[in-house]
């Protein structure tokens, strides 16, 4: 047990070490990273001005690099759920589910958006900003950050 244990925490650290890395060298050539949640909502809570939810799915750190164009991308999958409050960004966009269109929403639209695709059990995609990622437990992250775009089936 302690093994396997050893093997998915050496497993996790390598990922990150190696995310941090490509960043530093991405930064310098005009790409970044990005943090995204994607899958289906399994519950949903509203607390202020912020939304806690569970989604089961993947955490994706996506990495991009300028010059020549290269891409990276780290998926954590976790079918018992990822743990997520997140806050929604000053600007924050409603994505049509191509991802080819959308427009800005007020306060309040991230909440709508969850709570929406949990009710009809669609895959949403969320874009995170400013990310807090704690692997406590080896298996599932649990995120707090904020939202900046979500998928929003309605759009067409």
């Keep these: 047990m302690h093994s396997k244990r050893r093997q998915t925490t050496r497993s996790v650290l390598t990922s990150l070490a190696m995310l941090a890395l490509a960043t530093t060298t991405a930064f310098a050539k005009g790409g970044g990273v990005g943090y995204w949640l994607e899958g289906t909502v399994a519950s949903v809570r509203l607390a202020g001005d912020r939304v806690e939810l569970v989604m089961v799915g993947n955490l994706i750190l996506d990495q991009h690099s300028g010059g020549p164009p290269t891409r990276q991308e780290i998926r954590y999958e976790c079918a018992r759920g990822i743990s997520a409050t997140l806050g929604q960004g ?9 991802w080819r269109g959308g427009g800005i929403r007020g306060a309040g639209e991230l909440g709508r ?3 929406t695709a949990l009710e009809r059990g669609s895959v949403i995609k969320i874009e995170l900003q400013n990310p807090q990622i704690d692997f406590t437990d080896w298996q599932c992250p649990v995120v707090k950050a904020d939202a900046i775009r979500a998928t929003d089936h309605d759009l067409k």
């Design 90 to 98: 000053k600007l924050f966009f409603a994505m049509s589910s191509d």
């Design 113 to 115: 958006l969850a709570q």
